[in-house]
């Protein structure tokens, strides 16, 4: 008995260390599922902004849809506007939408009504820039 003096202040020490440890890779494990949440909210308004254009596209006037759209058009310029967070009205309230760093965006026309736009953002602690593409046939 002499000889396990201190053992359960030992043994409490060790237990505490290791319910820190694993506390510890809790707080990382939030952290890190925040970031991704704010990762995919980005990606999901790149989509839904990019998608806009091409269903704004789908419905206009095919005879002026390139002028219309493309780099110095009257839609270009309004959906850039939009990517850059420009306030719109969304029903009764109105929503800040747009992706942060926002830079370099391009709709390009291709041969068959191939139409492909492009986004780019890079967030606040990014360390490179991300990007949206998509490619539609407009009828």
Known sequence: MKNQNGAVLLESLIGILVFMLGLLGLAGFFVTSIKDASEAQ????ATFLANAMIAEMRVADPDTRQSTYSASGVQYIKWLNRIEGEKIAS?????DRGLPGATAHSVTFGDNNLVTVELNWKAKNDTSSRKYTVSAVLE
């Open 91 to 95: 029903g009764a309230a109105s929503a």
């Open 42 to 45: 980005y990606r999901s308004e």
